[in-house]
């Protein structure tokens, strides 16, 4: 057995709150000519997005999001060759229980340490497109510069699109409403107040609950099926949402959520994704006209502003900062290994 200890580096953010700890080297091959197949490989034969099978790389994200190195709310993201040489990189997102296929508040956190790094090069006033290739397609995160400094991110998501509205879902709260879109992942939208419920603090706990179980409600929908590539598919979010006062001069609705994401976990921002899915669920329903701004804000009190383009594109826009530099210590010796979970 090697004495040394196994070391990972990490540079962290976070994006409107929510973390986002990026890995770009010392990381074991990875097999697979396109992020999307990496991811696959990633999980596994005979694994889930949320069960993937033990492997090397797994063992990295396992270590970095589980005690007593990361917590169950931890988010990151394994850097890794675009699928052509026309994004800058890809990258393969990870939470607590397996990996993503889209994931906004990374893609804005990406696109600030990017530039902040000078990976990718960026004038001190103006912006810059960093080109991103995630599972589920190629995004864009553009950074905004001033005084030499990145003072906010822009994402640009792939195309969003609806897939069924007014689904009927049980719950332990009663029976209740559920919209379905996808963008990027697929995302059941529910109005905390049908659940009885609102969306600050107090709530979270029951949030969760509800969130889990329409989750689980929806496994088999066929609503939560993407169309193209059947790796898309499941519901990854749930976004109980709630209106609020719209403040004076506003241009378009305001709103907070909290997003339950994999297995009742709670997105800290107010979801990059799940924005997109909110701006699309506000057009159809004639609340978002063209050149109108969705204020979005988390149970955080953190906010994304968002915008609908032609075409089912949504654009996103928050701040992503660091928070630190880290050099992660797996010792041989340590009992815990790759960590726990409580």
Known sequence: MSTTPHSVRTTDYHAAGEPFRIVDRDLPPIPGDTVAERRATVIGAGGTATDPRPGPLDDVRRLLVQEPRGHAGMYGGFVVPADDDGAHFGVLFWHKDGYSTA???????????????????????GDVAVRIDVPSGRVTATVHREAGRTTGVTFRNIPTFLTARKVAVTTSFGTVEVDLAHSGACYASVAAADLGLDTGKAALPELVRAGQEIRAALADHPATRHADDPRLSGVYGV??????????????????????????????????????????LLAADGRLGPGDTLTHESAAGTVFTGRLLPGGITEVTGTAYPTGTHTFLLDPHDDLGTGFLL
């Open 239 to 280: 976004i109980l949402y709630e209106d609020l006062p719209e403040a004076p001069g506003a241009d378009g609705p305001r709103q907070r959520n909290v997003t339950v994401f994999a297995d009742g976990q709670i997105d800290r921002s107010p979801c990059g994704s799940g924005t997109s899915a909110r701006l699309a």
């Open 103 to 125: 994931c906004g508040h990374g893609t804005m956190a990406l696109g600030a340490w990017a530039v902040d790094t000078g990976r990718v090069a960026a004038p001190d006033d």
